[in-house]
């Protein structure tokens, strides 16, 4: 997928579903919902205040391993586990 399709999905993805913060933190990871403006260059504006530890992902579907999102800065697909 080229570079203006992937942002352009990532867009996409932005408007209908939820972003979540991810920072890391001396005593593990924390999560947070955002809800600050839903357009990738607000999340990205965010993201350089919040610190190089700080990550926004983008819920995109459910897989068999589990749910699927999308790092919003990199556009890299990640997958995890609900604890």
């Not at 997928?1 to 942002?7: T, V």
């Not at 579903?17 to 919902?33: C, L």
Request: charged share 20%; net charge negative.
């Amino acid at each position: 997928m080229n570079i203006l399709a992937r942002a352009m999905s990532l867009d996409l993805l932005i408007q209908s579903n939820d972003v979540i913060i991810t920072a890391e933190v001396p005593d593990g990871i924390h999560t947070t919902p955002y809800r600050g403006k839903c357009n990738r260059r607000a999340i990205l504006s965010f993201l350089e205040s919040a610190g190089a530890k700080a990550r926004a992902i983008v819920y995109s579907h459910e897989d068999n391993s589990g749910p699927i999102g999308f790092d919003v800065r990199s556009g890299e697909p990640l997958t995890w586990i609900a604890a």
